[in-house]
C-alpha cells in the first residue's frame, strides 16, 4: 500500500499550488480521501475530505473558496488545489485513505508547502 505526495514547494502568497497524491496496493474507489496538514510546533489538521464517489466534499473553515479537493477514480489519484495561498498555510500536507466500514486507513510520507516572501 502506498500513498505518494508531490507538488509541494516554496510559493509567494498569493499564488497557487496543486498538490497531487497516487495512490497503489488498495482498492481506491472503497476509500474516501482527505488531506491533512501539520504545521511546526501544531497538531495536524483536517484541511479537505472528498467522498468516495466524489461527489460530496468538506473543508475546513480556513481554507474554504481558496481549496479545492478532487480526485480521479480511474487513475488512483486525489488532488488539492490550492489558490491565493497565506503564510498560514504553511506546513506539511498528508493525504490519507480512510474505510470506515472496515476500519482501515493509510497516510502518505507528507509534501512541504511554504507560503513566504
Known amino acids: 500500500v502506498q500513498l505518494v505526495e508531490s507538488g509541494g514547494g516554496l510559493v509567494q502568497p498569493g499564488n497557487s499550488l496543486r498538490l497531487s497524491c497516487a495512490a497503489s496496493?488498495?482498492?481506491?474507489?472503497?476509500?474516501?480521501l482527505s488531506w491533512y496538514r501539520q504545521a511546526p510546533g501544531k497538531e495536524r489538521e483536517l484541511v479537505a475530505t472528498?467522498?468516495?464517489?466524489?461527489?460530496?466534499?468538506n473543508y475546513a473553515d480556513s481554507v474554504k473558496g481558496r481549496f479545492t479537493i478532487s480526485r480521479d477514480n480511474a487513475k488512483n489519484m486525489v488532488y488539492l488545489q490550492m489558490n491565493s495561498l497565506k503564510p498560514e498555510d504553511t506546513a506539511v500536507y498528508y493525504c490519507?485513505?480512510?474505510?470506515?466500514?472496515?476500519?482501515?486507513?493509510?497516510w502518505g510520507q507528507g509534501t512541504q508547502v511554504t507560503v513566504s516572501t
Open positions: 496496493g488498495f482498492t481506491f474507489e472503497n476509500y474516501a
Open positions: 472528498i467522498n468516495r464517489a466524489g461527489g460530496s466534499t
Open positions: 490519507s485513505a480512510v474505510w470506515r466500514a472496515v476500519g482501515l486507513s493509510y
